[in-house]
Nanobody, 124 residues
Framework: QVQVVESGGGLVQAGGSLRLSCAASGRTLGSYSMGWFRQAPGKEREFVAAIGWSGGSTRYGDSVKGRFTISRDIAKNTVYLQMNSLKPEDTADYLC?????????????????WGQGTQVTVSS
């Protein structure tokens, strides 16, 4: 069993930055790939970023490329999402997920464990 807990959300002005953290417990992260997704009210869940088990492979959603960076610290069992140049359209609940496979995925149904989410609000 794996528990996933996100933190770091909040209110920020457009153009600002936030760093989200995702801590996993119950099992080492070394064998997992991790992903970030987001969901705004009335919209479908959207892929944001993913990272493979070694941290050497990453992938980003088109809407965040060049602005967001995903990274991981295996020793701390933590994944980070650095979000820069934030826009009002980035406002959403951000969810972290763990996948029981070394390769990353952009598909939410391929993830096995999910956190409760952390709210990010970007004001214009």
């Amino acid at each position: 069993q794996v528990q996933v807990v996100e933190s770091g959300g909040g209110l920020v002005q457009a153009g600002g930055s936030l760093r989200l953290s995702c801590a996993a417990s119950g099992r080492t992260l070394g064998s997992y790939s991790m992903g970030w997704f987001r969901q705004a009210p009335g919209k479908e869940r959207e892929f944001v970023a993913a990272i493979g088990w070694s941290g050497g492979s990453t992938r980003y959603g088109d809407s965040v490329k060049g602005r967001f960076t995903i990274s991981r610290d295996i020793a701390k069992n933590t994944v980070y999402l650095q979000m820069n140049s934030l826009k009002p359209e980035d406002t959403a609940d951000y969810l972290c997920a763990a996948r029981l496979w070394v390769g990353l995925s952009v598909r939410d149904y391929e993830y096995n464990y999910w956190g409760q989410g952390t709210q990010v609000t970007v004001s214009s």
